[in-house]
């Protein structure tokens, strides 16, 4: 350190300026930090610009029409996102540099072609999310060129600008891209010799994308391929349950699943189970269909660790019809063997009809194993009276709870709603699905509990 250095008032000293803004994260605080000096406002404009900068405040500022002064701010930028009303100014912004640019986020917007994005593909560049525009061969290859170390790309919408042939030479030259997330409108894009290519990447951790892996093709990437998929950590697909049944004993690393079937088959949650690092599980069943209790149970049974499980139709919003029972549903004693194998789960839907005669107990069975449990989602018709006649809190980290409908409906109703908070203290969004005045009635005493309910 210099002898100039050292005789500076320490909060005269970059470093240590720095080190104090860092933990500032109200914006209205930092602007206050610019006011400080030349110093302050320096170090304070690199945090209040870094993430997610209003384009429009670019616009607005004073030095917008001197391009030097406002390349200074754009310097500082990291990660940017343009919602569609944005994208309109992005023409203003092409001889403007974002060198320590690092996520760009583009929303829906006819104004995202490609003359009006290149600013923002910089070397520095790890995340291209772009939700919707005129997306083509070329602009993957500006990308390829300009930002050759992009690290996770999403496409949603390119309105079939997209080729697959396009898509595969970019994808065969970015082998930096670890996350690729190819959204809706993508299965022009997204051909059997990109499905063949994406499995054979040993640098791709996680892989989002619509298009249905059927027996077939699962059949020849097995044939083709030692461990397809092996180095994924996340997956987001859709497949027939035979063709991931195929795939299941190669997806060695993988922790999170959100898997979609088009047709039941009874043993997919078997297969998951192969998976020996599985922690998120989200299957969609088709609807009407129920998943077979043994299934769940063996699920939980190898991976007591799981904290999230969701099980659920297609359609969350499809009303389940009682007087159609199945065999496969879950009744008390099945929910609580269930919910004794999930002490570490803290996100559990079960969303598929219950058995008719089950009660509250498998609400109270969930809450005395579940305590870690944050959001709760099962089409129980419960009587929440019996909640009063429980001691001890039930759910000490709830935070969101849906649930079909509240039975009790004599006088005295009103008297549910602090029971349930009682039991669940941080809920902060309660829904009973076909009860609206229950709902509502919660909901009234979340937002307000040392009001006096009368309601009956």
Not at 271 to 300: M, R
Not at 352 to 372: E, R
Not at 409 to 435: C, T
Request: some cysteine; proline content about 6%; charged content about 25%.
């Amino acid at each position: 350190m210099s002898s100039t250095t050292s005789r500076l008032p320490p909060l005269e000293l970059p470093e240590l300026v720095a080190a104090i803004l860092q933990y500032i994260t109200d914006p209205q605080d930092l602007r206050d930090c610019i006011l400080v000096n030349k110093l302050w406002a320096s170090e304070a404009t690199t945090f209040l610009w870094e993430k997610d900068p209003p384009i429009k405040a670019f616009v607005d500022l004073p030095a917008f029409k001197e391009r030097d002064r406002l390349q200074i701010y754009a310097k500082k930028v990291r990660k940017l996102t343009l919602t569609a009303d944005d994208a309109r100014y992005n023409h203003l912004f092409v001889d403007i540099q974002f060198p320590r640019l690092e996520t760009i986020v583009l929303d829906s917007s006819a104004y995202n072609v490609e003359e009006n994005l290149l600013q923002f593909l910089q070397p520095s560049l790890r995340n291209f999310h772009i939700y919707g525009g005129p997306i083509g061969d070329t602009l993957l290859r500006e990308i390829q060129t300009r930002s050759p170390h992009l690290e996770e790309l999403l496409i949603d919408h390119p309105r079939n600008n997209l080729t697959a042939e396009g898509l595969l030479a970019f994808l065969t030259k970015m082998p930096s891209l670890k996350g690729l997330l190819f959204m809706y409108g993508m299965y022009r894009a997204i051909s059997e010799e990109v499905i063949c290519h994406l499995a054979k990447r040993t640098s791709l951790v996680r892989l989002d994308f619509e298009q249905l892996i059927r027996q077939e093709l699962a059949q020849s990437l097995v044939n083709s391929i030692a461990h397809p998929f092996e180095h994924l950590e996340i997956l987001t697909c859709k497949a027939e349950g035979k063709a991931f049944a195929l795939l299941t004993p190669h997806l060695l690393r993988l922790q999170t699943l959100r898997l979609s079937l088009p047709e039941n088959m009874d043993s997919i949650l078997s297969g998951i189970a192969q998976c020996p690092n599985i922690s998120h599980v989200d299957v969609k069943y088709p609807i009407h269909t129920v998943p077979p209790t043994s299934e769940i149970i063996h699920l939980a049974e190898k991976h007591r660790n799981l904290n999230t499980l969701h099980l659920h139709w297609q359609d969350d919003d499809d009303i389940i019809d009682e007087n159609q029972p199945d065999p496969n549903s879950l009744d008390d004693a099945n929910i609580e063997n269930i919910a004794s194998l999930l002490g570490c789960i803290t996100t559990l839907t079960l969303w598929f009809p219950l058995s008719a005669d089950h009660t509250t107990k498998s609400l109270i069975s969930i809450g005395k194993h579940c305590k870690l449990l944050k959001y709760l989602k099962i089409p129980g018709v419960f009587d929440m009276v019996e909640l009063l006649a429980e001691d001890n809190c039930l759910f000490p980290n709830l935070l969101e709870l849906t649930v079909r409908k509240e039975s009790f409906h004599a006088n005295g109703r009103s008297m549910l709603a602090p029971a349930v908070h009682r039991h669940a203290p941080l809920l902060e969004d309660f829904e009973a699905v076909e009860d609206d005045d229950f709902t509502d009635m919660v909901m009234g005493y979340l937002s307000n509990p040392d009001a006096v309910y009368v309601r009956l």
